[in-house]
């Protein structure tokens, strides 16, 4: 089974700050790795997919990188609408799991 | 606007069933495969399953927790994704949603948007 671990599992931060989120893979899942954002009493909300590739209409200041076994989630400069739990999900494993990380909480410092 | 919307949710005992419904709007339906994940506290977002599109035979993978007991079926006609939940246990307590494979990826889904905004099934006695 893949388990994918997310670092840091929360954060304090302020408006315009550069936010950094990793995600590591038990193994290799070449760049079969999304990120979604979820806020309180919401559904899951795809950023990015395939690792980098930006999700239509979410803003440009989410950026994806990373592949193999280690991801990053940079927010480049933090809006107050960002403060949100956000996961990495894998979408490599056989037999199926698409495990999804533990989340990583962004909240206002 | 696409739009996922779940119903049927609510509070059952051990061992009994319950079926979801995920009622799909503003895109092709039959077209795309349909997964079902969920949500707790203890677990985390779990992927439970999906259906493939008509286009693929419409057929089904699942979640090994869930393996046996639950069932994933559409009706293209409706817009309508199901999860048939069978022989319920207190652990499959949570939040369901359903998602879209936007990705639209063969053999299996890659990616999931939208999301419905989720139905809680509490399963206790």
């Known amino acids: 089974d893949i388990q994918m671990t997310q670092s840091p599992s929360s954060l304090s931060a302020s408006v315009g700050d550069r936010v950094i989120i990793t995600c590591r893979a038990s193994?290799?899942?070449?760049?079969?790795l999304n990120w979604y954002q979820q806020k309180p009493g919401k559904a899951p909300s795809l950023l990015i997919y395939r690792a980098s590739s930006l999700q239509s209409g979410v803003p440009s200041r989410f950026i994806g990188s990373g592949s193999g076994t280690d991801f990053t989630l940079t927010i480049s400069s933090l809006q107050p609408e960002d403060f949100a739990t956000y996961y990495c999900q894998e979408t490599f494993s056989t037999p199926l799991m698409y495990s999804f990380g533990q989340g990583t909480k962004v909240d206002f410092k | 606007e696409m739009q996922l919307v779940e119903s049927g949710g609510g509070l059952v005992q051990p061992g009994r069933s319950l079926r979801l419904s995920c009622t799909a709007s503003g895109f092709t339906f039959r077209e795309y495969a349909m997964s079902w994940f969920r949500q707790s506290p203890e677990k985390g977002l779990e992927w439970v399953g999906f259906?493939?599109?008509?286009?693929?035979?419409?057929?089904?993978e699942y979640a090994a927790p869930v393996k046996g007991r639950f069932i994933i079926s559409r009706d293209d006609s409706k817009n309508v994704a199901y999860l048939h939940m069978n022989s319920l246990k207190m652990e499959d307590t949570a939040v369901y949603y359903c998602?879209?494979?936007?990705?639209?990826?063969?053999?299996?889904?890659?990616?999931?948007?939208?999301w419905g905004q989720g139905t809680l099934v509490i399963v206790s006695s």
């Open positions: 998602a879209r494979d936007q990705s639209q990826h063969i053999p299996n889904p890659n990616w999931f948007d939208p």
């Open positions: 259906i493939r599109g008509e286009p693929y035979g419409a057929t089904t």
């Open positions: 193994q290799s899942i070449n760049t079969f």
